[in-house]
């Protein structure tokens, strides 16, 4: 099975994705990826991952190197880069409301 560079699932969606392409079970995510057992489980039943604390995008870091990804893979982590390079630019006034609007739009030009 070929994986795409990215996904636009629920992260719960994504890991079982990858689980499956590249033949793995969830025991051998926790050993490869260093994490608890019910870790795992919360993320795969969709329990956890919704929003990125820091200890969230650790964790996602972690499934990312034990499943050979990006950590940009998943959609929930992109969200979080993103929501964080939005607010650092809102604050320090190189980004506004309507530089978001547009690229929400499809803008994409530089002005």
Do not use: C, W
């Amino acid at each position: 099975m070929t994986v795409p560079e990215r996904s636009n699932e629920p992260i719960r969606v994504a890991l079982k994705t990858l689980l499956a392409a590249r033949n793995l079970t969830d025991t051998e995510l926790m050993a490869r990826a260093d994490v608890a057992p019910s870790t795992v489980s919360q993320y795969l039943a969709g329990k956890r991952g919704h929003r990125m604390n820091s200890q969230a995008l650790r964790t996602v870091e972690k499934f990312a190197a034990a499943l050979e990804v990006s950590p940009t893979y998943f959609l929930e982590y992109r969200e979080a880069l993103a929501h964080r390079m939005i607010s650092e630019g809102m604050r320090a006034g190189t980004v506004d409301l309507e530089d978001v609007e547009g690229l929400v739009a499809g803008n994409t030009s530089q002005g």
